[in-house]
């Protein structure tokens, strides 16, 4: 970085790091290496190249970063061009994770953008974890909820103590409309998406009875041809895919003979595409109002200049500009973040099912009554035994005779176990106290 | 807060991951084991898993043991989607049946199912609410529009119309396959 030239260019970001200031954090220390490390070493992951990933991209460039990977598994649409300013006209039908890789990195000199066009649960952990920081830009609460999952399960405990190398920072960000909010999740140290679930409004849904006989809203009208008409008539001889013409025009068309039959207003085919798709209006200053925040949070973490967004940053610009910031807190019992895998140690891996679920009655520390068992195996879930249910019991009975070695169960194998006794699911970790060689 | 990454450990390139580390079970597999592991079934209900390693669909089964539609059989498919409990179950009646609040295609109109769902509702939940279809067929909000309004009109006709087709007949136009135990 000898040039005069990039001296200059990064010379506001040496502000920042070479000098101490008041809203420095306390083990700040201002040093040349930090741009460095931001420059040369710090590999991020954009999950989502749409409204908020194309902002967040050009601002996470323009900062100087340069390792950047980019996932998403959509394709560029006509509607997108007024917001998503890394397409054009010709990129249509074209992969967005290509497209938006492609323009950064022709336009900001240095940057690495490696682009992937594919779904994030196509990938696995090896993939994760190479990442310091993941960055966010999703619509859609099951992929938010995969990828808080993903890192969770990343984490490494010590004694009970989570290794702070394994922990991946996610900062998430989302957008309707107006509104908007940013959060900086330390998986298993602070609030994660599965600790807020509830922070999600519902859809929006309708009775079915008022669909199917009363429909008022031209809204209802949709929702009937969708869920009644379509599976009945299977018009295509497939599912509905709101991206088809054909397909929503032939809703469109059912739907305005039912408007009109029941004498409903203002139907129109931009409303049919909006209900199919579920599509939440988008707002261009929105999405860069949040990926702004965003990319402001990842450059805290990966420099610790300054303090983290502590935690959630809600902004509302429905009437004026409101924003407000609170922490949002860890839930002790959540179903991802709380679960600090226990050990349970197996002594002899010719064990039968049987004798380990009479441990886990009988110790001290479990003390269950009719636990309910199930292993993920190759990422693939096995009911092990099930008391409760009669038809599993009946299906699983058989394996409480076979040792945990016939079940497949290693050593570090996580067990998901469902009993009376606890408010949750809860894991427990295999630990076989003589690993046998043989079996590796 | 922690400081996540010093300087001099410019981790990651060529970083071996730990041994033992393996993708966790989802939140929502975890909660659905809950959900069927607690799953307290009135005598008059039974489920089926076709594969016991996947507890996202499965069948239960309703035998009323009183009501209009005592000694019937109907089955009803759940369908548990990677967003549960954000969002409900996808349930379908497989049998066809008579039914002020079930259509002629499987739908159900069980408020639980769509508008009043909420996550702390369980499976459990929902097989009380089905069978309470059954014990109170609700003609104010119907499905089955034809049904509803015989309900209401004359409750020997509805009756005798519900038993035609569980015995296996037609009611109007519309043929009923047998769905007696």
């Known amino acids: 970085m000898g040039s005069d030239h990039t001296h200059r260019r990064w010379s506001h970001l040496q502000k920042v790091l070479e000098r101490s200031g008041p809203f420095c954090r306390p083990d700040f220390e201002p040093s040349s290496e930090t741009l460095k490390f931001l420059m040369e070493n710090c590999k991020l992951l954009v999950i989502g190249a749409g409204g908020l990933g194309c902002e967040l991209l050009k601002d996470l460039a323009l900062m100087g970063f340069r390792q950047i990977h980019v996932i998403d598994m959509d394709t560029v649409e006509l509607s997108n061009l007024n917001r998503q300013f890394l397409f054009r006209h010709k990129d249509i039908g074209s992969s967005k994770a290509e497209i938006a890789a492609k323009f950064i990195n022709a336009r900001v000199s240095g940057c690495n953008v490696v682009s992937h066009f594919c779904k994030i649960q196509d990938k696995d952990e090896a993939f994760y974890r190479q990442f310091h920081i993941v960055v966010c830009g999703l619509d859609s609460i099951v992929a938010r909820r995969w990828i808080n999952g993903m890192l969770i399960s990343l984490l490494v405990y010590e004694d009970g103590e989570i290794d702070p190398s394994s922990v991946i920072p996610m900062v998430d960000g989302g957008t309707e409309g107006f509104k908007g909010n940013a959060r900086v999740i330390l998986p298993g140290l602070s609030a994660c998406i599965e600790c807020t679930l509830d922070l999600y409004p519902p859809q929006v849904t309708f009775p079915l009875c008022t669909i199917a006989n009363t429909p008022r809203l031209p809204e209802h009208c949709i929702e009937y041809v969708k869920v009644i008409q379509w599976p009945k008539e299977n018009p295509f001889d497939c599912a509905i895919d709101g991206d088809d013409p054909q397909h929503i025009n032939w809703i469109y068309e059912k739907a305005t003979e039912r408007a009109a039959q029941f004498g409903i207003q203002g139907l129109t085919y931009r409303l049919v595409q909006g209900v199919v798709k579920h599509i939440i209006p988008a707002v261009a200053s929105t999405n860069a109002a949040i990926a702004a925040s965003c990319a402001t949070e990842v450059f805290k973490l990966a420099t610790s200049c300054c303090a983290s967004l502590n935690n959630y940053m809600v902004l509302n610009n429905i009437e004026g500009i409101y924003t407000y910031t609170y922490e949002a807190e860890k839930k002790d019992d959540c179903l991802a973040c709380s679960q600090v895998p226990r050990e349970i140690e197996i002594k002899d891996p010719n064990w039968k099912l049987k004798d380990l679920i009479e441990l886990l009655c009988e110790r001290s520390d479990l003390q269950m009554k009719n636990p309910g068992l199930t292993a993920n195996i190759n990422g693939k879930n096995k009911t092990l035994y099930m008391h409760t249910v009669q038809s599993i019991e009946e299906k699983t009975r058989e394996n409480l005779q076979k040792t945990l070695q016939d079940l497949g169960l290693r050593d570090g194998i996580e067990l998901n176990v469902a009993d009376v006794t606890t408010p949750n699911t809860v894991t427990l970790k295999l630990k076989f106290s003589q690993t046998d060689v043989e079996m590796l | ?181």
């Open chain 2, 1 to 181: 807060m922690i400081k996540l990454f010093s300087l001099k450990q410019a981790k990651k390139d060529g970083e071996s991951p730990k041994a033992g580390t393996q993708k966790k079970a989802s939140a929502a597999q975890l909660r659905i084991t809950k959900d069927i592991n607690e799953l307290n079934l009135p005598k008059t209900c039974g489920t089926e898993f076709p594969d016991p390693d996947d507890l996202l669909s499965f069948k239960l089964i309703i035998c009323p043991d009183e009501g209009f539609y005592r000694g019937g059989r109907f089955v009803f498919s759940f369908k548990v989607g990677p967003n549960y409990p954000h969002e409900p179950p996808k349930v379908k009646c497989e049998t066809q049946v008579y039914h002020p609040n079930i259509d002629l295609e499987g739908n159900v109109c069980l408020n639980i199912l769509r508008e009043d769902w909420k996550p702390v509702l369980t499976i459990n939940s929902i097989v009380y609410g089905l069978q309470y279809l059954f014990l109170e067929p609700n003609p104010e909000d119907p499905l089955n529009k034809d049904a509803a309004e015989v309900l209401q009109n004359n409750r020997r006709v509805f009756e005798q119309n519900v038993s035609k087709a569980m015995r296996g007949g037609y009611v109007g136009s519309f043929f009923f396959e047998r769905c007696l135990k």
